[in-house]
């Protein structure tokens, strides 16, 4: 498969590449695009130091990008594919983790700073601009004590696990809305669900 993929979505993924890294808490983004192609579908390298795969997503065709640079690199194949398609901004979707969300949670961004993220960075720099849809899934933060850097690096608990598995399953689904339904409807159902778990929980 060449570069000439014809999609009308560019859904990028964030994680480090290789087998070391590959159920660690920085690669959920990989982890949602592994949910979304599902079992079937195949990455391959075509390119631009990434692993693509194509499907129709909500009868809309996608491609899913890995990139393969590490995090902190993923700015130039972000940019490289999104030019190879021709397609505009608003037609990027990059899905990552993030420390300021609980595990369990995740949050749809229209344009927000990298809060740290080197990877969202990465693409920011190259790019030179934070105008593009996210979806951040969150991962926690690191106990008190604990640096950063080993928490994103860290397996996930086996306690941990099923409510990894529904974050997964529901960014999936989020992404699915945001192709089919648009930005504002997405924002709309996802991010209210996570404001309003935040409030029950913290009821007497």
Not at 18 to 33: D, E, I, K
Not at 69 to 90: C, I, Y
Not at 139 to 145: C, D, L, N, T
Request: hydrophobic share 45%.
């Amino acid at each position: 498969m060449g570069t000439t993929l014809e999609a009308v979505w560019l859904v990028v993924g964030l994680g480090n590449p290789g087998s070391g890294y590959a159920a660690t808490r920085h690669n959920v983004g990989f982890m949602v695009l592994d949910r979304l192609a599902g079992p079937r579908q195949a990455f391959r390298p075509v390119g631009h130091e990434s692993e693509v795969a194509r499907l129709h997503l909500a009868g809309v065709p996608v491609a899913l990008v890995k990139p393969q640079a590490f995090m902190n690199l993923s700015g130039a194949p972000v940019a490289a594919w999104l030019a190879a398609l021709g397609l505009a901004l608003d037609r990027l979707l990059v899905v990552h983790d993030d420390l300021d969300l609980p595990l369990g949670r995740l949050r749809i961004s229209a344009r927000a700073g990298a809060g740290g993220h080197r990877g969202v960075a990465s693409i920011q720099e190259a790019l030179g601009t934070t105008d593009f849809p996210r979806v951040r899934v969150g991962i926690g933060r690191p106990a008190e004590g604990a640096e950063a850097v080993e928490h994103v690096l860290e397996l996930f608990g086996a306690e941990e696990l099923p409510t990894l598995a529904r974050v997964l399953d529901e960014a999936a689904d989020a992404v699915r809305v945001l192709i089919r339904q648009g930005l504002a409807p997405a924002m709309n159902r996802y991010n209210r669900r996570g404001d309003e778990e935040g409030a029950s929980s913290a009821q007497p």
